[in-house]
């Protein structure tokens, strides 16, 4: 029994012969935050997306090693992406509430997963985990677009919870909030990681040091820097005031980046 | 330039209504005649206009048997056609289907309607049973017509279907939708009312449909919603009888008026009821 929600072993990831990410081993901790953090371009997405397999609908795209899940790898033949999507979660950079009601955005993905239960109860402690049940109790018959784009992000985060997956991927979740509705993620993120392993990406770099618990150091590097991989990976206190890694240091103290 | 276009804008508007105004000069001709009245019109279902009898059930019931039967092949077909093409459909797979499939589009009218009547009524009739199958028959001008608009309606759906950010998708995706939970229950309704403007223009030209069912369909009114039997539709009416030497001014002349006024009115009262349908179930997104 290993005690990590997910690992990677020796991953690489493939957009035709373009190798975008390179040799990636990590273990993440459950029920901790991990944060990804590198220059633009260097693949923090693209690894985080292959978590979940959603790079699967680039048709080009191919993966090498594994990522494994309770010791299975979610890329050998018999595993369903879809069962995979339903067990890691994902949250996106701008807020995607569907265009129905916010009911409805909780609802949708519980019933396509076969939820039995009651839907009412399902909703509300949803939006409560969510810390959004008191702003909208009043209007879940609403188009969920009426609502704020911190709201309409703690919407997804709430569907997302709705499925109870084991791990929460998040791409940048607060780049497109104001710093207010940024905090209030960010407040939600430490209340999620209670219950939930959550994997974040992040541009802003004191985001990950107030957030995690874990970082990820991403830089391109290889034969004429094109492919991103992961330089260094420690815990975040580490990371931040005693990188080993001299680029580390260089991004994490605003030399470049 | 923008009294140029301010002009060609104008204009449509301007010959729309001219359109209308000579429709409805002849046919209050028609309805001012002592011989008619709109109970009569409105209220029988034979049209014999020999015999003085002006009910114009006998050609809309035509008319709305064809395009129903036309739309039950068009509209599932198309947008089962437009999820494939815009879902499902590799870009290579869907470069080569779409343009085939727009083929359709650029068939004549009048070779459909040889189609169907040489073509699918043959079938019709041995599948199931000449003596129940006329050799005119709404059912086959009404097939024929379906993939006569098929294109039309699976082309811009397509489109409709494309222009839904793929954001939504990847959202679906992410809660563990399958591709078909995603597209039908998250692309489809976001894409509603371009998918409705695609089945409104089906809806018209189905109404409209001239040459496939004055061919296909039969030459006679006849008050019936039973796609096996044989009846004429209003445009099908008009386009026989005028064909013909008609004396301007006679009861009979104007009467082809009323039944265009009478036309219009049935493509509007569809076109009402289809913006209602979508204004209904549209999700909007942004």
Known sequence: ?257 | MEALLFIVGVLTVFITISIVLTLGDQALLFFNDPAVTLAEFFGTTQWQPQAGQFGIWALVSATLTTSVVALLVAVPLGLAAALYLSEYASPRVRDILKPLLEVLAGIPTVVYGYFALLFVTPILRTLLGADRVGVYNMLSAGLVMGIMILPLISSMSEDALSAVPRSLREAAYAMGATRLEASVQVVLPAALSGVGAAVILGVSRAVGETMIVAIASGAGPNFSFNPLEAAETMTGHIARISGGDLPYGTLDYSSLFAIALMLFLVTLVLNLISQWFVAKFREQYE
């Open chain 1, 1 to 257: 029994m290993n005690a990590y929600a997910i690992e990677t072993k020796n991953l690489s990831i493939f957009y035709g012969q373009f190798e975008a990410v390179k040799d990636v081993n990590l273990q993440i901790e459950t029920g901790k935050i991990t944060a990804i953090i590198g220059p633009s371009g260097c693949g923090k997405s693209t690894l985080l997306r292959a978590f979940n397999r959603m790079n699967d609908f680039v048709p080009t795209s191919r993966v090498n090693g594994e990522i494994l899940l309770h010791g299975q790898n979610l890329y050998s033949r018999e595993i369903d992406p879809v069962e995979v999507r339903r067990r890691i979660g994902m949250v996106f950079q701008r807020p995607n509430p569907f265009p129905k009601s916010i009911y409805e955005n909780i609802s949708w993905g519980a019933r396509i997963n076969g939820f039995k239960g009651n839907m009412d109860e399902l909703v509300e402690q949803s939006l409560r985990s969510a810390a959004l049940w008191d702003e909208v109790k009043d209007k879940l018959k609403q188009s969920a677009y009426a609502l704020s784009g911190g709201q309409q992000q703690r919407l997804c985060i709430a569907r997302t919870i709705a499925i109870q997956p084991e791990i929460i991927l998040m791409d940048e979740p607060a780049s497109a909030l104001d710093p207010i509705a940024t905090l209030k993620i960010e407040e939600l993120m430490q209340e999620l990681k209670k219950n939930y392993t959550i994997l974040i990406v992040t541009h802003n770099m004191q985001q990950a040091a107030r957030v995690s618990d874990f970082t990820a150091m991403m830089m391109l590097s290889g034969e004429g820097e094109r492919s991103g991989t992961v330089i260094e990976f420690d815990q975040t206190t580490k990371i931040f005031t005693n990188p080993r890694d001299s680029r580390t240091e260089g991004y994490v103290t605003g030399r470049f980046g």
